[in-house]
């Protein structure tokens, strides 16, 4: 498509140029959605992803019970031998068994609880 040719946004439905679309992977053919459209939706998909996983490990830290906020819960690894990935790096990936798997080797900390477990760990506080 050249640049100054327009396409319509499915997601908001309007009208834009072309250079508002991001460019398939194969790079021959434009997103259905406009570039604004396509960032919200996937910080949608990944809000989504992490409300499922924080409401699986039941919705609070599981130090001191904090719940106010979701972006300041985190999962912790009880056994950092035992992870396979890091669940905030699989935010694009769909809720599944492979998902809970790897949520079954965590608990549910605040941010202030996870870097006390850490300093915990390497024993700079008891």
């Known amino acids: 498509m050249a640049i100054h040719e327009t396409k319509l946004c499915k997601r908001c439905n309007r009208e834009k140029g072309s250079e508002d679309f991001y460019r398939r992977r194969a790079g021959t053919d434009l997103s259905s959605y406009c570039k604004p459209c396509t960032n919200t939706q996937t910080i949608e998909r990944q809000q989504e992803f992490k409300k499922k996983c924080v409401d699986y490990k039941g919705g609070d830290c599981q130090h001191c019970g904090y719940n106010t906020y979701i972006g300041s819960l985190e999962f912790h690894h ?7 990935f890091t669940i905030a790096k699989a935010r694009l990936t769909k809720f599944d068994e492979k998902i809970i798997k790897e949520l ?6 605040c941010s202030n609880c996870h870097r006390e477990q850490h300093a915990r760990e390497k024993g700079l506080i008891i």
């Open 78 to 84: 009880l056994d950092p031998t035992q992870k396979d």
């Open 104 to 109: 079954d080797k965590c608990i549910l900390l």
